[in-house]
């Protein structure tokens, strides 16, 4: 028996790998999950309520793109966050965002970019269904460095222009994951006229936009609007998992020009799973919510203040702009991983397995991700331990 080969290539997804580093070890003290970008903040206290007098809606079949008064909820809460009008054509509920990011690409990449195999853009680090995307529609993907060098975003202008004329996509995720850069609004501006340029779309991962230290991150889409770039050329991907410390739900959206969000639409209709009508309910509560959103927010300011106070005068410490993400320079990600889940108990992820090698080279080898996602005592407790073990 013969299997596709588009994924051989691939390496294993980030936590597995995980397991296999640690699990043949014992921690040195307590454990402390710091690995994983799962948030542990309260859900709003709604939530309980609105399903239970919606327990009837799991005997129907749910509407495939969202329900009116969810589409409705997130298109009022895209115009008072961005100030731009997005109408319901345009809109699409997401069983979990990365079923949006993957499908969008199978809808909207195509086959052929003038006349060649295609190239996808991506930072390096990267969210790792962008490549998984890429190989599942048979394009090139491209990794670009996002370093300290470049700001820790992708410089996608410096790119070959054989390479950015075959392209069909580039992917931008800002706040980023894992290094909580922002893409400021110029930023975003000479993305869109690169992509006008070379004719691409630009697909903006904006599930951490909540989560910021200083001010809110700008979106691609009101950018696109103040520049009256084409709305097919952008599509945004929002989530309630990390909003709404809801990763359970499997709640996002995404928003795309009109005739992109049709083929997104007719894809989902073939193979996609629509959210049930009860946590269709749930999210435009949720999207229609502040509260909990501004509540959860100051939780993560004063995680960043903490880590601040805590990394005081170490060399190469930076505070993110925003998410939810510690990036912190060591002499070797696997290495650091393995001595502070040994000696303390400690567990967080190697910088590497979030980013891919290229040309004998990983921008996330000399890294680790830590996650600020436990409650403000237990996470002084893992960076205390952390910067002891590691920098002390």
């Known amino acids: 028996m013969t299997f596709p080969e588009r994924f051989s290539n691939l390496p294993d997804y980030a936590f597995p790998r995980l397991r296999k580093l640690l699990d043949a070890h014992a921690p040195g003290g307590e454990p402390l999950a710091m690995s994983i970008g799962e948030p542990r903040h309260a859900m709003p206290d709604f ?3 609105i399903l239970q007098e919606n327990l009837g809606g799991f005997g129907v079949y749910p509407p495939n793109d969202g329900t009116p008064g969810l589409l409705q909820a997130i298109s009022a809460w895209i115009l008072r ?8 054509e345009r809109l699409m509920a997401l069983n979990g965002t990365r079923e949006g990011l993957f499908n969008a690409v199978l809808a909207l990449v195509p086959e052929l ?15 790792q269904v962008y490549a998984v995307a890429a190989a599942a ?5 491209v990794f ?3 370093t300290a060098a470049t700001g820790f975003l992708p410089d996608y202008a410096s790119l070959p222009r054989d390479q950015l004329e075959r392209a069909a996509l580039a992917w931008i995720c800002s706040p980023a994951n894992p290094q909580g850069a922002v893409a400021s609004r110029d930023y ?10 070379y004719d691409f ?6 599930c951490y936009s909540e989560i910021w230290r200083d001010a809110p991150p700008p979106g691609l889409i009101e950018v696109a609007a103040q520049q009256g770039a084409d709305p097919e050329r952008v599509a945004i991907f929002h989530s309630l998992s990390k909003r709404s410390n809801m990763p359970g739900l499997r709640s996002g959206f995404v928003a795309a ?3 992109a969000s049709a083929r997104i639409r007719k894809l989902r209709s073939f193979a996609g799973a629509p959210l049930p009508l009860p946590l269709q309910k749930v999210a435009e509560a949720c999207w229609r919510d502040e509260a909990h959103v501004e509540a959860s927010r100051a939780l993560y300011q004063q995680k960043y203040r903490d880590a601040a106070a805590i990394f005081a005068g170490h060399q190469g410490f930076r505070l993110p702009d925003g998410g939810m993400f510690l990036w912190l320079p060591v002499q070797d990600g696997e290495d650091a991983t393995l001595k502070l889940w040994q000696q303390t108990g400690v567990r967080v992820l190697p910088g590497a397995y979030l980013s891919r090698d290229v040309a004998g080279d990983n921008p996330g080898k000399g890294y680790i991700r830590v996650a600020l996602v436990a409650p403000q005592e237990e996470t002084q407790r893992g960076l205390i331990r952390l910067r002891d073990c590691l920098y002390g």
């Open 47 to 49: 939530v309980g309520q």
């Open 81 to 88: 966050r961005y100030g731009v009008e997005v109408g319901e």
């Open 113 to 127: 970019k003038n006349g060649k195999r295609p190239t996808i853009l991506l930072p390096n680090p990267f969210y």
């Open 137 to 141: 529609v048979g394009a090139e993907p």
């Open 144 to 146: 670009v460095p996002a």
């Open 188 to 197: 975003l501006a000479d993305l869109l006229a690169l992509a006008g340029k």
């Open 201 to 206: 779309r630009v697909f903006a991962d904006e």
């Open 257 to 259: 020009g009109a005739e």
